[in-house]
């Protein structure tokens, strides 16, 4: 497992954090403290993977407004709420959208067609990138320690905690 990891680890990284990456980077921090990857890297990487994949987004919804909408139809009541976000936020609902489930694919798409200037939404999307990066690394990274010591101890807990959290998530986010 630990040459898989060495191996594919941070291509697996780069390619689950072009669509989100949370999870994907917490867990490579967690294995940077073990040593089997690198956290500056780690961050690096996922850091990347996420800015292009919100840039392609939102010039996906620039470029191709019809397919845009009509792929995000589907998602009526998130779709409204990233319009709130944006209304209330403004720019900053880019550095927010990078923490929160469910709307984090929604707000690219959402600027990308309205009238959003392309330069500004890049740089709030750098920043926020570079801000989620280190954040979720780093924290990941010093947990690593409190997470591996707990995990073989607690391990029927967290599925338990894991299994709420997940069906908490999905009933408030179907009430919206």
């Known amino acids: 497992m630990e040459d898989l990891i060495k191996e594919w680890g941070y291509i697996i990284l780069f390619l689950y954090s072009f669509g989100g990456g949370f999870l994907a980077l917490a867990a490579a921090g967690v294995l940077s403290y073990t040593g089997d990857l690198n956290i500056v890297l780690s961050i690096l990487v996922a850091g990347s993977a996420n800015f292009i994949g919100d840039q392609f987004l939102f010039y996906l919804a620039r470029k191709n407004k019809l397919y845009a909408k009509e792929m ?24 927010v959208q990078k923490y929160i489930y469910g709307i984090k694919t929604l707000i690219p798409l959402a600027m990308g067609l309205t009238k959003y200037d392309a330069k500004k939404f890049m740089l709030f999307n750098i920043l926020a990138t570079v801000l989620w990066g280190v954040v979720v690394g780093y924290a990941s990274y010093f947990m690593g320690e409190v997470i591996l010591t707990h995990a073989q101890e607690y391990k029927y807990y967290g599925v338990g905690i894991i299994l709420v959290i997940v069906f908490g998530v999905s009933v408030y986010l179907k009430r919206i």
Do not use: D, P, T
């Not at 995000?72 to 550095?95: E, F, N, P, T």
């Open 72 to 95: 995000m139809q589907k998602y009526g009541r998130k779709v409204a709420l990233a319009h709130l976000m944006m209304r209330r936020y403004g720019s900053y609902v880019i550095v």
